[in-house]
């Protein structure tokens, strides 16, 4: 993205350069909207929740920009040869769902053949030019959020690999199937300035790029970061997806880790997330109502660590050291 060469026009809030989760194009002083697209392959073997999952996946990048979706196009690539007509009927019933759920609407798409199968949906929404959440929006002294817990990439693995028991695959999908929007909501509510999605780029991965864009560090208790149960000991005996590897080298170079931290831990925060959570910074004066407010709407939600004065480097700490 740092080769593209963005436009230069004011109304222009949100660009590419930035790595930012959507666009966001300024309409009025008071009005903005956020635009988006997201497709994924099945991570599930059940058409409807691969739809749902897809959906909530992809909505999401309005959310993690303090918007609300109006409309959605489906994106669909499918294989006509080895798949029915019914099974992608199930698919776009799994993204009315979410549609439906969170008050958007979807007005058609486009559908090409494909032999690996994609769905997902490009999202436009609104949000007020002076209440949008960025990943440049972390602020030192802010307390760090995680709405949802970590583990969907190790989970998903261990399904196609047959290696999931079938509480582990529940939890995981119930996880991807909720959609982050009370958790936009009560970020907003509490004074977020920042925020990002937690998806394919792990944890790790998008807090650093946040933290690059907020010319902040992260501090991270990684006592503290929810994991989905069952997920830990998968990775440990070796399930772990190849995106999550990926993101271990990318990122590798500005995580410190420190006494007590293990590879493992390092592992699960590189995660790489299909329908993640949302992680952003609030004072931390807001922070315990935040959490609360989180757990009250049935979140699995944490503060997992501190935003201090830096260049995008992340710390990692055990409350055993």
């Known amino acids: ?74 994106l669909v690539c499918w294989n006509t040869d080895e798949l029915s007509g019914e099974q992608l009927q199930e698919v776009l019933a799994g993204g009315h769902d979410i549609a439906n759920r969170c008050g958007f609407v979807v007005a058609g798409g486009h559908t090409v053949d494909d032999p690996e199968p994609k769905y997902g949906m490009a999202v436009i929404g609104e949000v007020h030019p002076d209440r949008m959440l960025t990943n440049a929006g972390l602020r030192a002294g802010q307390t760090l959020i995680l709405t949802k817990p970590l583990g969907i990439g190790v989970i998903t693995t261990g399904l196609k690999w047959g290696r999931a028991d079938a509480q ?9 199937t909720a ?60 399930v772990v997806p190849g995106g999550t590897q990926r993101n271990l080298g990318w990122i590798n170079d500005r995580v410190h880790r420190g006494r007590g931290v293990s590879e493992l831990d390092v592992t699960l925060l590189a995660d790489a997330q299909t329908s993640g959570g949302l992680v952003c910074g609030v004072d931390a004066a807001q922070a315990q109502d935040a959490v609360d407010s989180l757990l009250s709407t049935g979140h699995t939600a944490a503060a997992i660590g501190t935003v201090h004065e830096g260049t995008g480097q992340i710390r990692l700490k055990s409350r055993a050291s």
């Open 179 to 238: 959609t982050n929007a009370a958790a936009a909501e009560i970020a907003v509510a509490c004074g977020a300035t920042g925020a990002t999605d937690v998806t394919g780029f792990g944890l790790l991965g998008h807090g650093g790029r946040a933290a690059q864009e907020s010319a902040v560090d992260l501090e991270i208790i990684v006592d503290d970061v929810p994991i989905i149960d069952g997920a830990r000991e998968l990775a440990a005996s070796g």
């Open 168 to 176: 582990c695959v529940a939890a995981a999908v119930a996880s991807m």
């Open 1 to 74: 993205m740092r080769r593209l060469s963005d436009t230069e026009s004011p109304d222009l809030l949100v660009g590419a350069l930035s790595g930012d989760d959507a666009a966001v194009w300024r309409l009025t002083d008071d009005r903005a909207l956020v635009v988006t697209a997201d497709f994924i392959t099945p991570v599930v073997d059940d058409p409807f929740d691969w739809g749902r999952v897809a959906a909530a996946n992809s909505v999401s990048d309005v959310y993690a920009m303090g918007g609300r979706p109006l409309l959605a196009l489906n």
